[in-house]
């Protein structure tokens, strides 16, 4: 039973870094922009890919670049802070499908959850199919492509003096509405998909700070519920 079990969570693991390859070219994409960007501000090859291994948040490194220099560490830590607190609905709606796994094992998942490798993991567990390994084998796969982006982006440095240019900006924006439609499966999650969307744009131009991305989740899931609520009756 235990080589079993071994076993199935080796394949599974094996299914989650390959799930990953068709996203492999946006992580990438994505990654050398942050490479590239951390170095005209001044960051070594090294240390632009130091960050992306402790840090291993892409908005939240975007973010403390933008204010490197003309802010405190203080003030940086809060706001990829705010940033990062989507992770906390992300591993909220994804708990009741790891019950039974050690605290261990748990916070390794929590460790290197990224936005790709939870929408790839929820899908999977909402087909019926929970995998533990699975879960790690996508963490570990958009690890890979995005601290290889980096690294190279790093390398690249200045050479690229305006990567926007190339559209390599468009790269994870596009890479998200393409994981998004695997969750558009009726007309409850179409609703709350662009309502959520909406509400994220009106605050980006309205809030200060990166308050709103919080705020446009938190508030797209209570409306959820209570369309739900609301079409069952």
Known sequence: ???????????????????TMPLGLGILAFGLLYGMVARQIGLSPVETLGMSLIVHAGSSQFVALGMWGVASAGAIVLTTLV???????????????????????????????????????????????VSPGYFLGANVGVCLFWWAGGWLGGLLGVAIPDPAEYGLDLVFPLAFLGLLTAFLKDRHHVVVALLSGALAVLGALLLPGKWYVILAGLAGSAVGLLLEKVWRR
């Not at 992300?90 to 290197?112: F, R």
């Open 1 to 19: 039973m235990r080589v079993c079990a071994r076993l199935n969570r080796v394949k599974g693991f094996q299914r989650g870094v390959l799930a």
């Open 83 to 129: 940033v990062n607190l989507r992770h906390l609905l992300m591993g909220a709606s994804i708990a009741p499908y790891l019950q039974g796994l050690s605290h261990s094992h748990k916070a390794l998942l929590a460790l290197w959850m990224s936005d790709e490798s939870y929408a790839l993991a929820m899908a999977e567990y909402e087909q019926g199919q």
